[in-house]
Nanobody
Framework: VQLQASGGGLVQPGGSLRLSCTAS????????MNWYRQALGKQRELVAW???????DYADSVKGRFTVSRDNAKNTVYLQMNSLKPEDTAVYLC???????????????WGQGTLVTVSS
């Protein structure tokens, strides 16, 4: 199983980006998916998460600006980021609990990061 994140880039303050994280390989189901970020010299921070039933939650720093969603048919989770600020600059990483087979425990996987730079 692999998680592939994409969609990062350079954007001006106030702009928007949409990140994607797609799971590939053989597995039974995806349960909870998370988006983390890590800025240079700072600790990794949980930004948003979404459950298998699409319950979501967000870090206070991004509430009202970021929206996490999922497309189960595409095994993909999205992070829509609006009203971006320079302090949102970070490497964004996706992380997920994936069940390899029916009835078996989930395993946790990390994708590679995608860099988001918010600068004028």
């Amino acid at each position: 199983v692999q998680l592939q994140a994409s969609g990062g880039g350079l954007v001006q303050p106030g702009g928007s980006l949409r990140l994607s994280c797609t799971a590939s390989g053989r597995f039974y189901s995806i349960t909870k998916m998370n988006w983390y970020r890590q800025a240079l010299g700072k600790q990794r921070e949980l930004v948003a998460w979404i459950t298998s039933s699409s319950i979501t939650d967000y870090a206070d720093s991004v509430k009202g600006r970021f929206t996490v969603s999922r497309d189960n048919a595409k095994n993909t989770v999205y992070l829509q980021m609006n009203s971006l600020k320079p302090e949102d600059t970070a490497v964004y990483l996706c992380n997920g609990d994936i069940r390899p087979y029916a009835g078996r425990p989930t395993r946790n996987y990390w994708g590679q990061g995608t860099l988001v730079t918010v600068s004028s």
